[in-house]
């Protein structure tokens, strides 16, 4: 058996630390980051999504004569429009209440 210097103790404890600090900072930094980048695309595109659905059903109200004739010719559809999104709003709000209690209990 032969015995080890103090020097090569000292490279052996260099070596295990450095190899913890990475294992317990950088790799959960890492998967973190990947979660916010995946919750930020998400983001971006649902709200893509909500505005699209916007305009949809904006448009749709428009073509239809639905309100023509009325005082409410002009601002009808839009105020459909802003009805569906936030019912919309409120949908997602309660689904997403009921995820968490959920994952709560």
Same mark, same amino acid.
């Given at each position: 058996?032969?015995?080890?210097?103090?020097?090569?103790?000292?490279?052996?404890?260099?070596?295990?630390?450095?190899?913890?600090?990475?294992?317990?900072?950088?790799?959960?930094?890492?998967?973190? %980051?990947? @979660?916010?980048?995946?919750?930020?695309?998400?983001? /971006?595109? &649902?709200? #893509?999504?909500? *505005?699209?659905?916007?305009? !949809?059903?904006?448009?749709?109200?428009?073509?239809?004569?639905?309100?023509?004739?009325?005082?409410?010719?002009?601002? %009808?559809? @839009?105020?459909?429009?802003?009805?569906?999104?936030? /019912?919309? &709003?409120? #949908?997602?709000? *309660?689904?997403?209440?009921? !995820?968490?209690?959920?994952?709560?209990?």
């Amino acid at each position: 058996m032969a015995k080890s210097s103090p020097l090569e103790g000292a490279q052996q404890i260099q070596e295990m630390l450095v190899t913890y600090a990475k294992q317990e900072t950088v790799e959960p930094l890492k998967t973190l %980051g990947r @979660y916010l980048g995946f919750g930020v695309a998400g983001s /971006l595109l &649902m709200g #893509l999504g909500v *505005l699209f659905a916007g305009l !949809a059903t904006l448009r749709l109200t428009q073509t239809f004569s639905l309100f023509s004739g009325s005082s409410w010719a002009s601002m %009808g559809p @839009y105020a459909l429009a802003l009805a569906v999104l936030l /019912l919309s &709003m409120v #949908l997602i709000y *309660l689904a997403m209440s009921r !995820a968490k209690k959920k994952v709560l209990s």
